[in-house]
């Protein structure tokens, strides 16, 4: 079974489109149609002419001569008779350009604001949420005579060898004369959505150890297999098997509640949404927890919502926690040198997005970065919060 699925934009894409400078980086967002009348309309093609006009403008301010600019920007032009790339829409499309490279361009499911930026480095602010509670779990399918492990998050899924450390079935950990006659197991379901154990006499404990020790080796290999040892570990199977394996296993995190069924017989899709479900809340709370965390703590040196703190704590990597308001961005310039902050009232020639700047500075030193709406915000009257590390 092949897995197709993987990250829109792994992070260490997104790192390296955070290191590039140029003397003119070009960031694009655009939401998508994925209506057939929608995309009749050409309404996303209509919204990238109009950034490609801002970003023209932007380019004769920065001194650059048409002719310049027309074969600067031509990699974005060709983008509009891109048939394939405007009838296989995702939610949002992210285009980025600078002089010294190809023209990149990441269909994500995020549905932006129209928006462009050109500066000397990459916009990145609206990515940040394809990492929001994309946390790594496990997925174990487990059958008695089936094993499979994948390492998955939001948008990845991906195979995980637990075969060179683990059995892949019952004959393997319990060897190959165990009574197969003694347990039969039928993978259908009873009413209440599970599958059911049938003995014969006295080999039901008999039937009960030999999977008791395939449980035992099978968990012993997925410990040796994964790297996030504390990270969720949700099983596909039906609920017997679910019960036994919870009592068997010594993993930290073991999900309360399984995909069921036989995963053997599902698809990968439907194992990876199945599986996302039900540990979704389990991120979800993490955010929720660092909220809290921030309301605690708030009479305390370990918070601020002061820019002028907030700015170099991000630069310096003192940052636990970021929290943004979904609202227009912060400009200015902050002088590292002499540790002072300007702040501007809308963008200028040659300021920066401060909250593009902290934000990225925070996610790619370890910090968690989050975007909130504005009602979300420990402090609604800042557009910025933060935890700090000391």
């Keep these: ?78 983008l509009l008779s891109k048939v394939e790339l405007w009838r296989n829409p995702s939610d949002g499309l992210a285009i980025f350009l600078n002089p010294e490279e190809e023209l990149l361009t990441f269909k994500v499911p995020i549905s932006f604001k129209v928006q462009s930026f050109v500066a000397n480095h990459y916009y990145l602010k609206p990515l940040l949420p394809l990492y929001h509670g994309d946390g790594i779990y496990y997925l174990l399918e487990l059958s008695q005579d089936y094993v499979k492990l994948f390492e998955a998050s939001r948008y990845g899924f991906k195979d995980v060898y637990v075969e060179d450390f683990a059995p892949e079935r019952l004959e393997e950990a319990v060897g190959f004369d165990y009574r197969p006659t003694m347990l039969q197991f039928r993978t259908g379901q009873d009413i209440h959505g599970s599958g059911s154990f049938h003995g014969h006499g006295e080999g039901k404990d008999d039937d009960k150890k030999e999977l008791t020790s395939f449980f035992r080796a099978v968990d012993k290999g997925v410990k040796k297999a994964i790297t996030h040892q504390n990270a969720p570990l949700v099983l596909a199977c039906v609920d017997n098997l679910f019960n036994l394996y919870k009592q068997v296993s010594d993993h930290p995190k073991i999900h309360n509640q399984n995909v069921g069924g036989d995963p053997e017989f599902k698809k990968i899709k439907s194992l990876h949404h199945e599986s996302w479900v039900l540990v979704e809340q389990y991120f979800e709370k993490t955010k929720k927890e660092k909220i809290k965390q921030y309301n605690e703590l708030y009479h305390t040196q370990k918070t601020s919502y002061a820019l002028e703190t907030i700015i170099p704590a991000a630069i310096n990597g003192k940052i636990d926690t970021l929290f943004i308001s979904n609202g227009p961005d912060i400009y200015g310039i902050y002088d590292k040198e002499n540790m002072e902050l300007r702040l501007d009232e809308k963008r200028k020639l040659h300021n920066t997005s401060l909250t593009n700047m902290a934000s990225l500075r925070t996610f790619l030193q370890g910090g968690k970065v989050y975007l909130l709406d504005a009602d979300e915000m420990p402090i609604k009257e800042s557009s910025m919060n933060a935890i700090l590390r000391y």
């Design 1 to 78: 079974m092949q897995v197709s699925e993987t990250h829109p934009l792994p992070q260490k894409t997104f790192e390296n489109l955070a290191e590039k400078r140029a003397l003119h980086c070009i960031s694009v967002y655009l939401p998508m149609d994925k209506k057939g009348s929608e995309q009749n309309k050409h309404i996303a093609q209509a919204h990238l002419k109009t950034c490609i006009n801002d970003v023209r403008k932007t380019l004769v301010q920065h001194q650059m001569h048409d002719d310049e600019i027309m074969a600067f920007l031509k990699p974005i032009d060709r």
